[in-house]
């Protein structure tokens, strides 16, 4: 079983920056990718970055680009989410994720982090 954990989360204004951390424990196995999806309330989920495991090659959603930045730290199954010029827009939950061993979709799920940005 793997848990991923996130933490991070909280208000801030408009123009401010938060840092999501997600930490990963239990039988990794095979590591492909990790992500970041956010739920705003009466919308779906949505992508917002990913990092690949072995070249760390990173992915934004568009409207994250230039603002958000993805890491990750693979000696400890680390992933995280710099968010800066936050906007009332990026209000959401905000969910970690992972893609580990022959799976076509993100397999592993945190139980999410609330952002609020206000105006």
């Known amino acids: 079983q793997v848990q991923l954990v996130e933490s991070g989360g909280g208000l801030v204004q408009a123009g401010g920056s938060l840092r999501l951390s997600c930490a990963g424990s239990?039988?990794?196995?095979?590591?492909?990718?990790m992500g970041w999806f956010r739920q705003a309330p009466g919308k779906e989920r949505e992508f917002v970055a990913a990092v690949s495991w072995n070249d760390g090659s990173t992915f934004y959603v568009e409207s994250a680009k230039g603002r958000f930045i993805i890491s990750r730290d693979n000696t400890k199954i680390a992933v995280y989410l710099q968010m800066n010029s936050l906007k009332p827009e990026d209000t959401a939950v905000y969910y970690c994720?992972?893609?580990?061993?022959?799976?076509?979709?993100?397999?592993?799920w945190g139980q999410g982090t609330q952002v609020t940005v206000s105006s």
């Open positions: 239990g039988r990794i196995g095979s590591m492909d990718r």
């Open positions: 994720a992972a893609r580990i061993g022959p799976a076509r979709d993100y397999n592993y």
